[in-house]
């Protein structure tokens, strides 16, 4: 299986991956496909396939911000069962990120990435593929190290019709298994900068950004 990077709305690989996307996310969650075409040029965003016999099976999106030392997972998408799509995804991410981070000087602090709560809400197909089942992903993200911040979440549609999304948790994995809190202004810093490129802001996620400003830190719980 191959890790290759896709930078260009034009590469043939970005196209298999965007139907991929299509097939397993709801459509509030995917971003038109030529919208892709600044955000695949940024070079601060990392967007790869796996590549499995010339089809795309698999994709990750995650950006390193040097500034704070902290990493998002955008998302993970595993297209078929039985090929260790997940495992092989989640290492090259791995090895990219703290590579990235020690040209900074540094270790990485964590990463940051949104989590569908299927307690909350269950109309999740994701494509059929029983690997992006939302209680599967859950239990594999709790496993990789990831904690709930404690905050209730949203976040703005990705069709940039002004309207909240919810049903997800917002999550970060410390590096450090010690760490229990992080600093809130890292959050709203960080979801103000993730989000600039939508301008319809919903009034709930304006409200709970304002709530995030009003604290010192938020509590990292069990997922």
Not at 146 to 166: M, Q, T
Not at 192 to 199: A, H, N, Q
Request: proline share 6%.
């Amino acid at each position: 299986m191959e890790f290759i990077r896709v930078n260009n709305i034009e590469d043939p690989l970005f196209a298999k991956m965007h139907n991929l996307l299509g097939e397993i996310f709801p459509p509030e969650e995917v971003l038109e496909f030529e919208l892709w075409k600044e955000p695949l040029e940024d070079p601060s965003i990392r967007v790869f396939v796996a590549v499995h016999e010339g089809e795309v099976v698999g994709a990750t999106e995650y950006r390193y911000y040097p500034d704070w030392n902290i990493a998002m997972t955008d998302f993970t998408i595993i297209g078929q069962s039985g090929l260790g799509i997940g495992r092989f995804l989640a290492k090259k991410r791995e090895e990219d990120l703290h590579r990235l981070a020690q040209e900074n000087g540094k270790t990485l602090f964590g990463m940051f990435a949104e989590i569908y709560n299927p307690y909350e809400r269950e109309d999740f197909a994701f494509g059929g593929v029983m690997a992006m089942n939302p209680y599967v992903r859950r239990e594999v993200l709790s496993h990789l190290g990831y904690k709930r911040l404690d905050f209730a979440y949203v976040h703005p549609s990705w069709k940039n019709d002004g309207e909240a999304v919810e049903g997800l948790d917002f999550c970060f994995m410390p590096t450090d298994e010690q760490v229990t809190e992080i600093p809130s202004y890292w959050i709203v810093a960080f979801l103000s900068d993730y989000y600039s490129v939508l301008p319809n802001k919903p009034q709930q996620w304006l409200d709970m950004v304002d709530g995030l400003k009003q604290k010192e830190t938020v509590a990292l719980l069990p997922l």
